[in-house]
């Protein structure tokens, strides 16, 4: 069985930068398509970021382009999201999830395996 769990969530001051990560443990790292998702207070959880298994290709929520980016280090089973410029409405709970395939989707079911999520909170 796959294990994710994330760290490095917190508060941070609008306009801060924070980066999350994502260890696996149990399986092969390497063959899975990466993902964050994110979940604030009343919503449903939303696709944020995925990276393709050799990391070639990203996928951005429309929300976040520009300002956060994903990678994996697959030598150490750990996919990143660096998150810059951050905004009141990045707050939310971000979960790393994975999903063996090529390609990534931007619906939750599609992805079997979850971490625990991490809370970032952007507040002045």
């Known amino acids: 069985q796959l294990q994710l769990v994330e760290s490095g969530g917190g508060l941070v001051q609008p306009g801060d930068s924070v980066r999350l990560s994502c260890t696996a443990s149990g399986r092969t790292f390497g063959s899975y398509v990466m993902g964050w998702f994110r979940q604030a207070p009343g919503q449903e959880r939303k696709f944020v970021a995925a990276i393709s298994w050799s990391g070639t290709a990203t996928y951005y929520a429309d929300s976040v382009k520009g300002r956060f980016t994903i990678s994996r280090d697959n030598s150490n089973d750990t996919v990143y999201l660096q998150m810059n410029s951050l905004k009141a409405e990045d707050t939310a709970v971000y979960y790393c999830?994975?999903?063996?395939?090529?390609?990534?989707?931007?619906?939750?079911?599609?992805?079997?395996?979850w971490g625990q999520g991490t809370q970032v909170t952007v507040s002045s």
């Open positions: 999830t994975c999903r063996r395939d090529s390609h990534p989707v931007t619906y939750t079911w599609g992805w079997p395996y």
